[in-house]
């Protein structure tokens, strides 16, 4: 007998049951995305997004990361706001030139407040929107394909590391992703129905993406591929206002109705940017009142940048038209301020991939973050679901009514794939290759389309009470060998999805720094990628811990660290001579000392040297500034044995100034020549996969050096 097709649409569980396991899953990822970076260093971009969101509620001022989006920054920093925290000084000259590098940690860490809890009351707030992330995947795959099929996209999302990982963080991304999803969803609803309420709400979604990042515009071009897609199918749409009702059926009329519910997203879209910077075009708050001048009169108060810098006036026509926006004044300053920072900073940022380096970026990039950050077991069950939504097709009596049926899923699947495809068609030629979290957006469609796998899981019998028990999520892999209309198919779905789920919590809490076996697993991640992708400077505190269990805590002079990231080693009791970090942690005054034997910490990012005035591999012309420079220094410290030698020294060479200079590069060349060979040797011990660990000799300094 020809076996039954599997059903469009998966029968509903009662929807107690329902709620209480969608009730636990949501308990558990709020516990896995809080509890995970509950003892995590600050990560790289956090500081600057809290203290960014602070000042725009507690002053109207718009100074600080402006290119990261105005909503998600208010909205994590919305608890601080309503306590009672200390902020710089508006005198202090990093805050009147926007040095939100420097105010950001002076204002979490140095003036007296509790940097600690300010952190995770923001992290909370980002939680929240990973939550309502959940939500959407659960209500949109329940809308497609049944309750089942939302249960185990709920559980894939819930547990997928990325997911856990971003929306533990103060960041913008989780933000970002949840109104993405949204957006597609509400511009594919007023195409086929315009209301007042759904105009209304679509409208706020897609505001609220274009104040979440500067990628927004891509929802654009997405709104238009779904439009066209509307155009070419035979459907109507209908419009219910004030009282009166069409349906519009004709592509003429289709596109007239929906130019005008187009015009509605701008205008409402325009008004909640203007609204988010206080209706006021300045970047800066109460202008006239707060610039001085100095003596050659420059303003003290202004942006971290120039305008000429990052939208020259005599630059290409994007420049051009943000220029001729800002004369206009036809969006806040800050808000063109944040546009013209993306694009100039996306033009050619250092990136690392697989041991190679590059600040043009790969194709591959973004393809090979998600085969090494993805568990595979998604990909089985994204593979499962494939196959499962081929066999839903109903089997018609021709051909044709099968295409028929293809294409009506396919259609009313639309926003997914449009989403999916043009999100990726631009990260392909994107050269801003930092981060696998810039994936995130598109992860939501995936498990959505694992979740169609459930339909294996279909019992043989169809009685309402087993297929209640076949998908409850505490059952689900309940006898699936004995009871399964799809036996084989049932037992891989079911381990799949329980695997997925025991490697994330395997994983606890270094959701950040996850890598599947392709990639060897955390341990040799730094090998494939750095940055935000394994390394966000988020690994202090385990640090800090790992040098006390070893007893070298109270031997500081012993202890080497170069890290990554805005937070300070000083805050977690870390005691360590400094090695060249990204942002510098001091001035050198005198000349380098030596590296002696010692447990050299050194964070993935910077062992791998993305972020270098060496970069990339070792070349000639990096070992021929490398010798000069140690050439320099011996002169120098020859030359302190006698003050009048060194007096002549330092006058000749360009005086002090120059010769901190040559420190502060010698010292930056020394270490980078230490990481090119510390790369071919395996580290003595790894801190959750972020900061490795080299127990050096004298001899291995010796040739290292």
């Given amino acids: 007998m020809k076996p039954s097709p599997l059903p469009l649409s998966a029968r509903r569980v009662p929807s107690l049951r329902a709620t209480v396991a969608v009730a636990v899953l949501m308990a558990c990822y709020a516990v896995l995305a809080t509890g995970s970076q509950w003892n995590k260093t600050v990560t790289y971009d956090e500081p600057c997004h809290i203290t960014g969101g602070y000042t725009y509620w507690k002053f109207c001022d718009f100074r600080i990361q402006p290119e990261n989006g105005n909503l998600p920054q208010r909205w994590a920093a919305l608890p601080l706001v309503l306590g009672n925290y200390r902020f710089p000084s508006l005198d202090d000259p990093d805050w009147r030139t926007a040095q939100k590098d420097r105010i950001s940690p002076r204002f979490l860490f140095e003036i007296g407040n509790d940097g600690s809890s300010m952190l995770r009351q923001s992290r909370a707030m980002i939680t929240v929107m990973g939550l309502a992330v959940a939500v959407v995947v659960f209500r949109w795959t329940r809308r497609l394909l049944g309750t089942?099929?939302?249960?185990?996209?709920?559980?894939?999302?819930?547990?997928?590391?990325?997911?856990?990982?971003?929306?533990?963080?103060?960041?913008?991304?989780?933000?970002?992703?949840?109104?993405?999803?949204?957006?597609?969803?509400?511009?594919?609803?007023?195409?086929?129905?315009?209301?007042?309420?759904?105009?209304a709400s679509g409208a706020v979604v897609v505001g609220s993406l274009f104040l979440s990042k500067f990628s927004a515009p891509l929802v654009v071009v997405m709104g238009l591929a779904l439009l066209g897609l509307h155009l070419a199918a035979p459907v109507a749409t209908r419009v219910n206002l004030?009282?009166?009702?069409?349906?519009?059926?004709?592509?003429?009329?289709?596109?007239?109705?929906?130019?005008?519910?187009?015009?509605?997203?701008?205008?409402?879209?325009?008004?909640?940017?203007?609204?988010?910077?206080?209706?006021?075009?300045?970047?800066?708050?109460?202008?006239?009142?707060?610039?001085?001048?100095?003596?050659?009169?420059?303003?003290?108060?202004?942006?971290?940048?120039?305008?000429?810098?990052?939208?020259?006036?005599?630059?290409?026509?994007?420049?051009?038209?943000?220029?001729?926006?800002?004369?206009?004044?036809?969006?806040?300053?800050?808000?063109?301020?944040?546009?013209?920072?993306?694009?100039?900073?996306?033009?050619?940022?250092?990136?690392?991939m697989n041991g190679q380096f590059s600040r043009?970026?790969?194709?591959?990039?973004?393809?090979?973050?998600?085969?090494?950050?993805?568990?595979?077991?998604?990909?089985?069950?994204?593979?499962?679901?494939?196959?499962?939504?081929?066999?839903?097709?109903?089997?018609?009596?021709?051909?044709?009514?099968?295409?028929?049926?293809?294409?009506?899923?396919?259609?009313?699947?639309?926003?997914?794939?449009?989403?999916?495809?043009?999100?990726?068609?631009?990260?392909?030629?994107?050269?801003l290759n930092i981060g696998h979290r810039h994936l995130l957006p598109t992860y939501p469609v995936m498990f959505m389309l694992a979740g169609a796998a459930a339909a294996w899981l279909q019992p043989a019998k169809t009685n309402a009470a087993l297929v209640g028990r076949a998908a409850a999520l505490p059952t689900l892999m309940w006898n699936v060998?004995?009871?399964?209309?799809?036996?084989?198919?049932?037992?891989?779905?079911?381990?799949?999805?329980?695997?997925?789920?025991?490697?994330?919590?395997?994983?606890?809490?270094?959701y950040l720094a996850y890598f599947n076996p392709l990639a060897g697993g955390t341990r040799h991640a730094y090998r494939h990628l750095v940055d935000?992708?394994?390394?966000?400077?988020?690994?202090?505190?385990?640090?800090?811990?790992?040098?006390?269990?070893?007893?070298?805590?109270?031997?500081?002079?012993?202890?080497?660290?170069?890290?990554?990231?805005?937070?300070?080693?000083?805050?977690?009791?870390?005691?360590?001579?400094?090695l060249p970090c990204y942002w510098p942690r001091a001035v050198p005054q005198f000349v380098p000392r030596p590296l002696t034997p010692g447990v050299y910490c050194v964070s993935a990012t910077m062992l791998q040297q993305v972020y270098s005035l060496f970069p990339g591999r070792w070349r000639p012309e990096y070992e021929k500034t490398y010798q000069q420079l140690t050439a320099a220094v011996a002169r120098y410290s020859a030359a302190e044995r006698d003050p009048e030698s060194l007096a002549t020294l330092v006058a000749a060479t360009?005086?002090?100034?120059?010769?901190?200079?040559?420190?502060?590069?010698?010292?930056?060349?020394?270490?980078?020549?230490?990481?090119?060979?510390?790369?071919r040797r395996d580290p003595d011990a790894s801190i959750n996969g972020t900061i490795l660990v080299?127990?050096?000799?004298?001899?291995?300094?010796?040739?290292a050096l």
């Avoid at 293809?406 to 068609?425: H, N």
């Fill in 148 to 199: 089942a099929a939302a249960l185990v996209s709920l559980t894939l999302c819930v547990f997928c590391p990325t997911m856990i990982a971003h929306g533990g963080l103060a960041t913008s991304d989780m933000t970002a992703t949840l109104f993405f999803l949204g957006s597609v969803a509400c511009i594919w609803t007023v195409l086929h129905r315009v209301t007042i309420g759904t105009l």
């Fill in 242 to 352: 004030a009282g009166c009702r069409w349906r519009v059926r004709g592509r003429l009329a289709r596109v007239a109705v929906h130019s005008a519910t187009g015009l509605v997203f701008v205008a409402v879209t325009w008004a909640m940017i203007w609204a988010a910077y206080g209706f006021r075009f300045s970047m800066l708050a109460e202008r006239s009142a707060a610039v001085r001048a100095d003596g050659d009169g420059k303003a003290i108060d202004r942006a971290q940048y120039e305008w000429e810098t990052l939208a020259p006036s005599q630059g290409d026509a994007a420049n051009r038209l943000i220029r001729m926006a800002l004369r206009l004044q036809v969006l806040p300053e800050a808000y063109l301020f944040g546009g013209a920072h993306t694009r100039y900073f996306a033009g050619g940022r250092s990136a690392f």
């Fill in 360 to 431: 043009e970026g790969w194709a591959m990039f973004f393809p090979y973050c998600l085969a090494v950050k993805t568990p595979l077991t998604l990909w089985i069950l994204v593979g499962m679901g494939c196959w499962a939504a081929a066999k839903m097709v109903p089997q018609g009596e021709t051909s044709a009514g099968r295409r028929r049926s293809w294409v009506r899923g396919l259609y009313r699947s639309a926003p997914l794939w449009v989403l999916f495809v043009v999100y990726w068609a631009f990260a392909l030629v994107s050269s």
């Fill in 481 to 510: 060998s004995a009871t399964r209309r799809h036996p084989w198919q049932a037992a891989l779905v079911a381990v799949s999805l329980g695997l997925f789920v025991m490697e994330s919590i395997g994983q606890w809490p270094n």
């Fill in 532 to 578: 935000s992708s394994l390394d966000w400077g988020q690994d202090l505190p385990a640090l800090a811990r790992w040098l006390e269990e070893q007893g070298l805590d109270a031997t500081p002079e012993r202890v080497y660290l170069s890290y990554f990231g805005t937070g300070d080693p000083g805050f977690y009791g870390i005691r360590a001579r400094l």
């Fill in 654 to 679: 360009g005086g002090q100034a120059a010769w901190l200079d040559v420190f502060a590069r010698y010292e930056h060349a020394r270490f980078a020549r230490l990481c090119r060979w510390l790369q």
């Fill in 694 to 703: 080299f127990l050096l000799t004298a001899a291995d300094l010796d040739a």
